[in-house]
Structure formats: C-alpha cells, structure tokens
C-alpha cells in the first residue's frame, strides 16, 4: 500500500508543481509547433527551412520526435496538453529515478522517502524553466537508460537488449540521444575497473550505434548529431557554466544541491575510509562526469540532479539517518508513532501544494511583455507589414509562429539545424555594434525590423536615415525603410487578457484599432 501511495503521490506531485513552476512559454516552443504541424499535416519531415530569408544548409531536425508530440497535445488538448505533457514526462523520469534507486538496493533506508525525490523536482524546475522543452524527453530516456543497466548490474538479467531499440525511439525524438552512448562509455569503462565483464555492455553499444541511422536523414544525421554535441556556443546563455559572470545569480538551487552532495560524498567516504579497491568505479567515473558537464554547460544540470540523486540516495540517508538517530527516544513506540506522523504530514503537504494547480479550469501560459514582443508582432500583424523581419534570435521562433507566411524571419532559435554559425556572429555583431555591425542588413534584404531597446544599435537605427521608427513601447521598437513609410498605422490593443486568450492562434486580429 505504502508503494502505491508513494507512487500516486509522485505523480500528483510532477503534474501539480512541474507543471505550474513556469507558465512562460520556451522560446523554442514556437518553432517546434510549427515543425510539428508541417509534420502531421504533411506526413513528411521537413528537410528544408521554409520560414526564414537568411541562407540555410540542409535542416537536420533533431527534435523532430518532439515536435509533433507538441503539436498533438496543443491540437487536441489545447494549452493544458502541453502543461501536463511536462508533468507527466517529469513523473516518469522521477519514477525510474526511484526504480533505480530500488534495484539498487539501499542499506541505510526504505527507497519511498517522497520529499526526497521532491526535493529533485525542485531543484531541477528551475533548469527545466519553461511549460514545456524538448529535453524532458532526454531526461526521461536518460533515467531509463541509467535504471537498466544498474537493473543489469545488480540482476545480470536479459534487459539491455532493450536500449538499442529504445535509442531508435530517442534519437528521432531529441539530439541528447548522444548522452545516452555516454552512459554506455561510462559503463564500459567503469566495469572494466571494476574487474567486470564488459562484452555485452560493447554489444549493446554497437546496437545503439546502429539505431542512430534509422532516421528520416541517414547518415548525414549521425555526422550532424556529433557535430552539433562538440560545437561551440558562446553566445547562446543556456550553454554558459552556471557559476558565469551572465549567470552568478542564477540556479541558486543546483549551487546549494551541488555543495550539499559533494558534501555527502566527502563525508561519507571519510566516515567508512573508503579505499580505491572499495570504490565503485563505474558510480564514480558517472558522478565525476555528470559534475563536470553541469558546472560547464547550465544546460546539463538535470543529468546531475537526476544521475547524483539517483546514486547517492544511500550515501545521503546513511548520514541522514545517523543524524536523526541521535535524536530518537528511547520508547521504541513513540518513534514509530512520530515516522507516521512525518509520513502522513509530508504526503498530505505535498498533495496539497500540488492538487489544486491540477484542478485549475483555467490552465493558461502568459508571453509577459518582458519576455516576448507582442504588441510589435501584433503591430506588424494588424498593419499587414509583410516581407523579411529582422529580430533578435531569441524572437525568432515566436515570431515565425505568429506571422508566417506573411513574414519571414532572420534567424531562431534553431542555430546549427539549420543555419551557419557565421550568422549568429553577424547577429550579435549587429546588436552590438561591432566590426562590420550593418552587414546582415546590408547582405539580406530586411522589410521591416523589431529591435530590443536594450541593444546598443537601437540608437543607431533610430538615428539612421534609411530607417523609420513605426512604434515602440517599453521594449521594444519597429522599423521599416523609410521609403516603406505609410500615413496611418493600427495600434494593438494594451489588453493582456487578449494576448494570453489566443497565445497559440496565428490568425487573429485586434478589435480595437487606434491610429498611431
């Protein structure tokens, strides 16, 4: 009964608090539904950009899977789809966290402590950020793959034969695919150390590198895919280490999370002496890795939260408890009475917080004005400006999604998919106003722009001859060719209830026209 309980309430638990932590869409979001939508509506992945008027090489589109699961859920289930879409992705990769954690073994405590696993679901929320990405289906396969070969380890049984035919389903569905071969790398490594058979871990190995070619690409796919993983991104803030200057504020909780396990670890190994003989090898080669791609890349955090709170469950509660121990009465009975009282508080507490988000009728996202360029996409939309829009990359998605096909987009978030990495150098020396800052514009041909104030070339443009400033608000500001010029403009409606309403439709239009 305890078993279930725990169950239901983990997955009360991801759908009530992962689902509401951010209701700001991704940024990323848009492009992936309008990829979907191409997908299911033309029973073809695309392998050619068609929303962009910046040069292209040959779309190789690594979250294709995705995408259409984004576009079913939207289609079908509307905007609370996609909401419980990431709940129900965050439950199961916490369940297979917590079947891992079981096979295991543990020593020290029963593998049902909820707050445990809760406490991961809050440090990752943040690093997950918005309603919904395409790495929560990596981290799902991710804890799957890491739960059958512990399951392998500790059952020698037939399971690994599974993970070939599971890397078929990933490597469609998201390009983190190639941390899974990692995982197996480790694994090989790390029995290998361990003095184990490492034969079949190969095998399977190979098998998953042969499941990379079942793809709508072949094997320029595969080439990609590596390219990709080892590309530099300097420019784009997700890539950047957490403890970066653009990032010393931020993922507070991985920094506390991740002190707290080094803490354990060191503790924990001085507390039992343990020598190199004693260590295992292949737990610690996967730990030491997964430390390092997260102190280097903000985006790899959900690997250690997951991987380090998975294996070092009885490291934790083995000090834990010899903490608590020391606290305990000696009646035997009122300690059972108190551990049922805490189990009793803690999943009605967790029920609680969860439930009602749940039980919202009214399950919608916002596009704050601080995070998306509503109204001048708006602007743009109701005034029938049509043609190349120059915006900044992280607009991109959304303003394809909301203008196409009338307008076409510089470039999105999709960088080495589809574009050059050149490009987004141009970008950035556009808005920064560096080296040769007016080539993008100069080489494409641009029809109207939407320029973020906050960038050093706003000035410039607004005092540029061949621009003119159309509208502007808080954020933001639209410039079109001062021959394009027009007597009269609509102004977007100031409502923010109209822009959440119909945040996923494309084709509707203000009621409340104003002249500029």
């Not at 996967?286 to 469950?313: D, E, K, M, Q």
């Given at each position: 009964?305890?078993?279930?309980?725990?169950?239901?309430?983990?997955?009360?638990?991801?759908?009530?608090?992962?689902?509401?932590?951010?209701?700001?869409?991704?940024?990323?979001?848009?492009?992936?539904?309008?990829?979907?939508?191409?997908?299911?509506?033309?029973?073809?992945?695309?392998?050619?950009?068609?929303?962009?008027?910046?040069?292209?090489?040959?779309w190789y589109d690594h979250e294709w899977g995705a995408s259409v699961f984004f576009y079913l859920a939207l289609k079908y289930f509307g905007t609370g789809g996609l909401i419980i879409l990431k709940g129900i992705l965050c439950a199961f990769t916490i369940f297979f966290c917590?079947?891992?954690?079981?096979?295991?073994?543990?020593?020290?405590?029963?593998?049902?402590?909820?707050?445990?696993?809760?406490?991961?679901?809050?440090?990752?929320?943040?690093?997950?950020?918005?309603?919904?990405?395409?790495?929560?289906?990596?981290?799902?396969?991710?804890?799957?793959?890491?739960?059958?070969?512990?399951?392998?380890?500790?059952?020698?049984?037939?399971?690994?034969?599974?993970?070939?035919?599971?890397?078929?389903?990933?490597?469609?569905?998201?390009?983190?695919?190639?941390?899974?071969?990692?995982?197996?790398?480790?694994?090989?490594?790390?029995?290998?150390?361990?003095?184990?058979?490492?034969?079949?871990?190969?095998?399977?190995?190979?098998?998953?590198?042969?499941?990379?070619?079942?793809?709508?690409?072949?094997?320029?796919?595969?080439?990609?895919?590596?390219?990709?993983?080892?590309?530099?991104?300097?420019?784009?803030?997700?890539?950047?280490?957490?403890?970066?200057?653009?990032?010393?504020?931020?993922?507070?909780?991985?920094?506390?999370?991740?002190?707290?396990?080094?803490?354990?670890?060191?503790?924990?190994?001085?507390?039992?002496?343990?020598?190199?003989?004693?260590?295992?090898?292949?737990?610690?080669?996967?730990?030491?890795?997964?430390?390092?791609?997260?102190?280097?890349?903000?985006?790899?955090?959900?690997?250690?939260?997951?991987?380090?709170?998975?294996?070092?469950?009885?490291?934790?509660?083995?000090?834990?408890?010899?903490?608590?121990?020391?606290?305990?009465?000696?009646?035997?009975?009122?300690?059972?009475?108190?551990?049922?009282?805490?189990?009793?508080?803690?999943?009605?507490?967790?029920?609680?917080?969860?439930?009602?988000?749940?039980?919202?009728?009214?399950?919608?996202?916002?596009?704050?004005?601080?995070?998306?360029?509503?109204?001048?996409?708006?602007?743009?939309?109701?005034?029938?400006?049509?043609?190349?829009?120059?915006?900044?990359?992280?607009?991109?998605?959304?303003?394809?999604?909301?203008?196409?096909?009338?307008?076409?987009?510089?470039?999105?978030?999709r960088y080495e998919e589809v574009y050059s990495p050149d490009l987004l150098i141009q970008l950035k020396d556009f808005h920064l106003l560096q080296n040769d800052w007016y080539k993008i514009i100069r080489d494409y041909k641009t029809d109207v722009m939407i320029i973020e104030?906050?960038?050093?070339?706003?000035?410039?443009?607004?005092?540029?001859?061949?621009?003119?400033?159309?509208?502007?608000?808080?954020?933001?500001?639209?410039?079109?060719?001062?021959?394009?010029?027009?007597?009269?403009?609509?102004y977007p409606t100031p409502n923010d209830e109209y822009y959440i309403e119909n945040i996923f439709k494309k084709d509707i239009k203000t009621k409340l026209p104003k002249k500029l």
């Open positions: 009964m305890h078993k279930i309980l725990f169950i239901l309430t983990i997955i009360i638990f991801c759908i009530g608090f992962c689902c509401f932590s951010s209701l700001i869409p991704d940024i990323d979001l848009w492009a992936r539904l309008l990829a979907g939508e191409y997908i299911v509506e033309n029973f073809t992945v695309p392998k050619h950009d068609f929303w962009s008027y910046t040069p292209t090489h040959l917590y079947k891992t954690v079981e096979i295991r073994k543990p020593k020290s405590t029963i593998p049902y402590n909820i707050l445990y696993y809760a406490f991961m679901c809050w440090v990752v929320s943040v690093s997950l950020g918005a309603v919904i990405r395409c790495l929560l289906f990596t981290c799902l396969f991710f804890a799957i793959f890491l739960y059958i070969l512990e399951r392998y380890r500790y059952k020698q049984d037939k399971c690994l034969i599974w993970l070939p035919f599971l890397m078929i389903l990933w490597c469609n569905i998201h390009g983190g695919c190639i941390s899974g071969l990692g995982l197996l790398v480790i694994y090989i490594i790390g029995e290998f150390l361990n003095k184990k058979p490492v034969k079949t871990y190969i095998w399977v190995l190979l098998g998953c590198l042969a499941a990379f070619f079942i793809n709508p690409y072949g094997f320029e796919y595969v080439k990609f895919l590596f390219y990709a993983a080892l590309m530099n991104r300097e420019y784009i803030k997700e890539w950047a280490s957490p403890f970066s200057a653009v990032n010393l504020n931020s993922f507070i909780r991985f920094k506390f999370y991740l002190l707290i396990m080094l803490f354990i670890q060191l503790l924990y190994w001085r507390k039992n002496k343990i020598s190199y003989e004693k260590i295992d090898k292949t737990k610690f080669l996967l730990i030491l890795l997964v430390i390092y791609l997260s102190i280097r890349y903000s985006r790899h955090i959900t690997f250690f939260v997951f991987t380090a709170g998975t294996l070092l469950y009885d490291e934790f509660y083995f000090l834990f408890n010899s903490l608590i121990n020391k606290f305990k009465f000696s009646n035997e009975e009122i300690n059972k009475t108190l551990c049922l009282f805490k189990e009793v508080f803690v999943y009605i507490f967790l029920i609680m917080i969860s439930a009602p988000s749940m039980l919202k009728e009214n399950k919608q996202l916002d596009i704050t004005q601080t995070e998306y360029p509503r109204f001048a996409v708006e602007f743009i939309k109701i005034n029938n400006i049509n043609g190349n829009l120059f915006v900044n990359f992280d607009w991109g998605s959304y303003s394809a999604y909301k203008l196409y096909p009338n307008n076409l987009v510089v470039m999105d978030g104030k906050k960038y050093p070339v706003y000035e410039k443009i607004s005092a540029h001859p061949d621009w003119v400033k159309i509208f502007e608000n808080n954020l933001s500001a639209v410039f079109v060719p001062a021959k394009n010029l027009k007597d009269k403009y609509l």
